[in-house]
């Protein structure tokens, strides 16, 4: 089993930063890929970044891309998510999930997911 823990979540106005976390425990060795996904209300859950444990690659959606960065601290097993530039549309849910497999937008592929941190952005 993997368990994950996100922490980081708030309110933040338009345009500032928050930065994300999600804490790997358990069997880690078996992880390949770790993602965010987010769910806004009444909206199904998206993908937004993933990046392989080793950290050596990294995989955005569009409409975070030169905004969101994701990141990995090996001695942590810990995976960040910084989101610069917030939008109001950046409102939902975020989620970490992990892998034995690849990259994949899909939220089916991933089998362990954390408990979910709120992000809110005002206008």
């Known amino acids: 089993q993997v368990q994950l823990v996100e922490s980081g979540g708030g309110l933040v106005q338009a345009g500032n930063s928050l930065k994300l976390s999600c804490a790997a425990s358990?069997?880690?060795?078996?992880?390949?890929?770790i993602s965010w996904f987010r769910q806004a209300p009444g909206k199904e859950r998206e993908f937004v970044a993933a990046?392989?444990?080793?950290?050596?690659?990294?995989y955005y959606a569009d409409s975070v891309k030169g905004r969101f960065t994701i990141s990995r601290d090996n001695a942590k097993n810990t995976v960040y998510l910084q989101m610069n530039s917030l939008e109001p549309e950046d409102t939902a849910v975020y989620y970490c999930?992990?892998?034995?497999?690849?990259?994949?937008?899909?939220?089916?592929?991933?089998?362990?997911w954390g408990q979910g941190a709120q992000v809110t952005v005002s206008s």
């Open positions: 990046i392989s444990w080793s950290g050596a690659s990294t």
């Open positions: 999930a992990a892998s034995g497999g690849g990259v994949r937008t899909s939220s089916a592929r991933y089998d362990y």
């Open positions: 358990g069997r880690t060795f078996s992880i390949n890929t």
